[in-house]
């Protein structure tokens, strides 16, 4: 999921992939990463989505499809929820780009929290 976040992915898809059963590997994944499949592939793309909007050079519409998703509508619901602002708002706002911050360091503290709960980092 990490790599093909822009695909269309599922469940049944993946755990096929996983040789489990649908509800066997949502409970393993849920065990492991401590959030649901779906949860955890929107997490990976809100994070890319707020890499492509820092740099400024793509509309917020194309962010969204860049990083799979088909509706708007959902990606910046999902979007609000998990960064706390639009994503026209963050897109808008200063991101210095000037800064030099090591890759490690800026996934780590730009990674999307649910609830100002932080979320369990994946496993190597």
């Avoid at 619901?77 to 639009?86: A, D």
Wanted: proline share 8%; glycine share 6%; charged share 25%.
């Amino acid at each position: 999921m990490d790599r093909e976040y822009a695909r269309p992915l599922d469940v049944p898809a993946l755990a096929q992939a996983a040789l489990m059963s649908p509800a066997h590997f949502s409970r393993q994944f849920r065990s492991a990463y401590g959030e649901t499949p779906y949860a955890y592939l929107m997490t990976r793309r809100i994070e890319r989505a707020k890499a492509l909007l820092r740099r400024g050079d793509l509309t917020v519409t194309e962010v969204c499809m860049a990083v799979g998703c088909t509706s708007l509508g959902s990606f910046s619901s999902r979007f609000t929820e998990l960064v706390g602002e639009s994503p026209t708002a963050y897109r808008a706002r200063d991101h210095d780009p000037g800064a030099v911050v090591p890759a490690c360091v800026a996934k780590d503290r730009t990674r999307p929290s649910r609830n100002g709960e932080a979320v369990p980092a994946a496993a190597p």
